[in-house]
């Protein structure tokens, strides 16, 4: 009986910190989103960017790369 309690509690706080660690994961993601004026300002990141976009594709749907992109064609293009 004392087994089966101490395997449910470390069941328990094991899933506990899955959930956890993904919450986490999930915010910092969020945080790294870089705004099209960042990117703009820091122009080589926005090469760099779209580069590893263009080799990953499953990071082409991405906001860092459609901000990225945006950010070189302001550049290539100019504001207006």
């Known amino acids: 009986m004392k087994k089966s309690i101490l395997v449910l509690a ?3 706080l094991s899933i506990g910190l899955t959930a956890l660690n993904a919450t986490v ?3 910092k993601a969020i945080d790294d989103v870089k705004s099209v004026g960042w990117f703009v ?3 080589k990141d926005a090469r760099l960017q ?3 976009c ?3 594709p499953s990071l082409q749907s991405s906001q ?3 901000n ?3 950010a070189l064609e302001i ?3 100019g504001a207006n």
């Open 10 to 12: 470390a069941l328990g």
């Open 25 to 27: 994961a999930g915010e």
């Open 41 to 43: 300002a820091n122009i």
């Open 50 to 52: 779209n580069q590893q």
């Open 54 to 56: 263009h080799d990953n």
């Open 64 to 66: 860092n790369c459609a």
């Open 68 to 70: 990225a992109l945006h």
């Open 75 to 77: 550049s290539f293009k």
